[in-house]
């Protein structure tokens, strides 16, 4: 978007951009066709814009004065009484004469103004004919010593606004019940890619387009060969809202291995990323070409399903859970098993080493968190926090954070030396299998029950995208060392490895009805 440099009216100060008259009061704004004006000329124009602003402040003196009223008449009587004077008001006009208003108050009359359905922790903001009245939480407000006349009763707060016209007469008592509604206004989705279709709630239209939506946020599915990517965008008052997409590019397929008599309950890439490792409900722990798709070995250990296999960061040490309520380190090399853990109440859903592969984390469905010394096999501690059985965990990749995933369909993100639980991601529509970190730290997957992968913030929880693909339930995620890959393994039998979709998007807000864009903090976002 072009940007025009401000141009203030020298009349009425007000600012202006690329607008060859004043949109308050009609002034044609300063040109290059000024400077051509002969010397006699140019002192002639000077002389009529000093008449000019000086006519003009006197007015806005006699405004504030209340010499016009103090009430809504004023208005009307302000713009005959400079069209008298030669000036023309323009758009903008009533909106500046409102913030120049008289004040209401200097009489006997009494106001009491209840706002209703007031968003819970919003305040509302009052106003009489655009003068400040106060603010309210609690949604009442008690006025006294207001003037009598016509006013303008108006109440916003950041998603709502309401107004009403009422009046008032000397000494009188007035109640005003004032129910807010949210406010309006229009999302814009522009798009540099073709095929790109727009969901937003019933609503669907191809890119670009331009929809009117509510006031707050939103959730924007933006489709796009078989792949949808849900985008948040929130909508605020008095802003007109731009969602340009450059790039959204869907994941791609590199290979399918076949080979486990049972569901693929687990996946792990090794640090190197040539292997991959993956856990079944045959009771076997494979190991797989990275670049192919091979298979290299067949483990066997556990007495039930492995439910979760993970590598320490050396790639010598394997860790497994299983439905038999224990936790087990292997051997790379030789498959031996190095020590068993028993702690746990019931079955161990998950098992993470920590980056500096000192430590191996283990969740299960007996609501538990607990963390083990990866030398000895001991128990340092136990963490609780999901309501219902934790079926998936992960370190950062500094070692800082632990994500979460739990049959009660949350994503968790917890600090590992407090275990404080420091954001909650919902979206899912069943329970969460398997979670991850990319490389860098910045994003968390996770898969679901629901067949889908999605893709999280993790310095917010927002989620950024959702994928579909496998035909059953996803049972388990991973990247790749270089954040390029993941890695699913689902009940459908099969291993599936995708490509991270690129994703670049910028959102702009724009004052509303005019003014410059400027990009939301965060903006743009690029993967």
């Not at 051997?331 to 031996?336: A, H, L, N, T």
Request: net charge neutral.
């Amino acid at each position: 978007m072009a940007k025009h440099p401000e141009t203030r009216c020298p009349i009425c100060q007000h600012p202006s951009a690329g607008d060859p008259a004043c949109p308050v009061c009609g002034w044609q704004l300063f040109s290059d066709d000024y400077l051509l004006l002969p010397d006699a000329e140019a002192q002639a124009q000077s002389r009529r814009l000093d008449q000019a602003r000086r006519q003009w402040q006197q007015a806005l003196a006699r405004f504030q004065q209340g010499e016009f009223g103090a009430d809504e008449t004023a208005l009307p009587t302000l713009r005959t009484h400079l069209e008298q004077l030669g000036f023309q008001p323009g758009s903008a006009f009533e909106a500046y004469a409102r913030s120049h208003h008289p004040s209401p108050f200097g009489g006997t009359a009494f106001l009491a103004v209840q706002v209703q359905n007031l968003p819970t922790g919003q305040e509302a903001h009052l106003t009489l004919n655009g003068f400040p009245l106060g603010a309210t939480q609690e949604g009442y407000l008690a006025l006294r010593g207001l003037r009598a006349g016509r006013f303008r009763l108006e109440a916003t707060t950041p998603t709502h606004t309401a107004a009403t016209t009422l009046e008032l007469r000397e000494g009188q008592v007035l109640r005003v019940e004032l129910p807010l509604r949210p406010a309006r206004t229009r999302l814009r989705i522009l798009s540099h890619i073709g095929g790109l279709t727009v969901r937003l709630g019933d609503r669907t239209c191809p890119a670009p387009c331009e929809l009117e939506v509510e006031t707050g946020v939103h959730t924007v599915v933006l489709e796009r060969k078989g792949w949808s990517l849900p985008y948040r965008v929130e909508a605020r008052r008095g802003e007109e809202v731009e969602l340009e997409v450059i790039r959204l590019d869907p994941p791609a397929l590199a290979w399918v291995g076949e080979g486990h008599t049972g569901a693929v309950t687990s996946v792990a890439f090794s640090p190197d990323g040539r292997w991959v490792a993956s856990g079944s409900g045959d009771g076997t722990v494979r190991l797989w070409e990275a670049a192919s798709g091979r298979c290299r070995w067949v483990g066997e250990g556990h007495t039930d399903w492995v439910r979760s296999v993970a590598f320490s960061s050396d790639g010598r040490w394997v860790a497994s859970g299983s439905d038999d309520a224990t936790v087990r380190v292997w051997e790379v090399s030789s498959g031996r098993c190095a020590w068993v853990g028993e702690e746990h109440t019931e079955p161990v859903t998950s098992v993470a080493f920590s980056p500096d592969g000192r430590w191996v984390a283990s969740g299960s469905r007996d609501r538990t968190v607990r963390l083990w010394e990866a030398a000895s096999g001991r128990c340092m501690w136990m963490g609780k926090g999901h309501r219902w059985g934790v079926i998936s965990v992960a370190f950062s990749p500094d070692g800082r954070w632990m994500a979460s995933g739990s049959d009660d369909g949350t994503v968790r993100l917890w600090e590992a030396a407090s275990g404080r639980c420091v954001w909650v991601g919902k979206g899912h529509r069943w329970g969460v299998t398997s979670v991850a970190f990319s490389p860098d730290g910045r994003w968390v997957a996770s898969g679901s029950d629901d067949g889908t992968v999605r893709l999280w913030e993790a310095a917010s929880g927002r989620c950024m995208w959702m994928g579909k693909g496998h035909r059953w339930g996803v049972t388990s995620v991973a990247f790749s060392p270089d954040g390029r890959w993941v890695a699913s393994g689902s009940w459908d039998g099969t291993v599936r490895v995708w490509e991270v979709g690129r994703i670049e998007i910028a959102v702009r807000a724009y004052p509303a009805p005019e003014g410059e864009a400027r990009e939301r903090e965060g903006h743009p976002l690029s993967l």
